[in-house]
Every structure is written in C-alpha cells, then in structure tokens.
C-alpha cells in the first residue's frame, strides 16, 4: 500500500496570503495525484487531478505541482471560503487508493 | 447538473447488515466507473469499493473483502453497497463518488450517508 504523508496536520494562515500544502507518497505515483477540499459537514470537492489540473469551476488561485513522490498545493491568495481541510489522493495504484490523513487550513 | 443522492444508513447492531444506495441523475451513468467512500466521525477518507461502468470489474479495500459488495443497475441509475458482518469500525458516513475515467479520481460526489453500527 503506497502511504500517503500530508505536512503540516494544520496551517494558520491570513486570509489574502499564500498557502502551500505537501503530500509524499511513499513510492512514485507518477502524476496520478489529485487534490479534494473538504467543508464541514460537506462532500470532499475534487479540486486538482492529474498532479496538477483544475477541475472544472475551480478558481485559478489553485494550482498544483509535483510528481514521483513529492506535491504541493498553492492557494495564492486566501478568501474565506478556503478554509477548509485538505486531502491529496494517489489513483496510480489501483485497487488500492488511498488518502493522505488531510491538512486543516485555519485563519490565522 | 450532475446529481448523486445516498441512501439507507442507518443504526445497526454488530453483526447485522444494511444496503446504501446511490441514486444518479444529471449524466450518462452507464459510462463511468463509481465507488464507495467512507469517512469515520472525525477521521480522514477511505476507499471502500469500485465497479466499472458494465459491472465486470469490481474492487474492495481489504478492510471490507467478503462482508460488502457493490454493484449497480444502469436501468435505474443506481449504485448499491450491500454491508454484511457490520463490525463497529464500519461506522462512517459512506459516499458514492463517480470517477472522472476508468482508474481516475473522483470528480462527483454525494452527501453521504451515515452509518452507525452499536449495540
């Protein structure tokens, strides 16, 4: 099972400032990396697939990059409506996806 | 608009069985692949099951193997999960997300439905 390793656990940071998030895998996933954005009591929304692609409808503050075994995920510039938890997914190894624990993005 | 509604959680003593449901609308389902995922109070997600668009291949996390199985009805636009031998560690709220290609992510998902097994 390829482990997925998200940093930090939780990320305070002011709302117009920048945000970056990591995920490791534990084995190269090539590219096959997505990004899903989690509210309270809410479905995870996918936001980023393929290492490093918008889903359709996500803002252009989102970017992603990486692939092997090292990703991030940039939120340019905080509105509100970011904070939220944030879970990057591997889909290279199938049956076995799996998730990274998730990284909590607060206001700081 | 692509609409996924879960169905059928509920309260289930240890040992007992439930059937979710997934209820599809807004796309083609009989062209994707779908899947089962769950989140515990609290905690993060896991893939529990996948099937492909015409049922031929199916897929199940080992945490579940021999207890659950899923299937579908492309004629209804449904998506099902059949649970056996609920343990208390199956307590979640389970999704049915629809997968964006074959082995790709998921890209729709719906509102969950909770699962709680207690005596």
């Known amino acids: 099972e390829i482990v997925m390793t998200q940093s930090p656990a939780t990320l305070s940071v002011s709302p117009g400032e920048r945000a970056t998030l990591s995920c490791r895998a534990s084995q190269s996933v090539s590219s096959n990396l997505a990004w899903y954005q989690q509210k309270p009591g809410q479905a995870p929304r996918l936001l980023i697939y393929g290492a490093s692609t918008r889903a359709t409808g996500i803002p252009a503050r989102f970017s992603g990059s990486g692939s092997g075994t090292e990703f991030t995920l940039t939120i340019s510039s905080l509105q509100s409506e970011d904070f939220a938890v944030y879970y990057c997914q591997q889909y290279n190894n199938w049956p076995l996806i799996t998730f990274g624990q998730g990284t909590r993005l607060e206001i700081k | 608009e692509v609409q996924l509604v879960e169905s059928g959680g509920g309260l289930v003593q240890p040992g007992g069985s439930l059937r979710l449901s997934c209820a599809a609308s807004g796309f083609t389902f009989s062209s994707y692949s779908m899947n089962w995922v769950r989140q515990a109070p609290g905690k993060g997600l896991e893939w529990v099951s996948y099937i492909s668009s015409s049922s031929s291949t199916i897929y199940y996390a080992d945490s579940v193997k021999g207890r659950f199985t899923i299937s579908r009805d492309n004629a209804k636009n449904s998506l099902y999960l059949q649970m056996n031998s609920l343990r208390a560690e199956d307590t979640a709220v389970y999704y049915c997300?629809?997968?964006?290609?074959?082995?790709?992510?998921?890209?729709?998902w719906g509102q969950g439905t909770l699962v709680t097994v207690s005596s």
């Open positions: 997300a629809r997968a964006r290609a074959d082995y790709g992510p998921f890209d729709y």
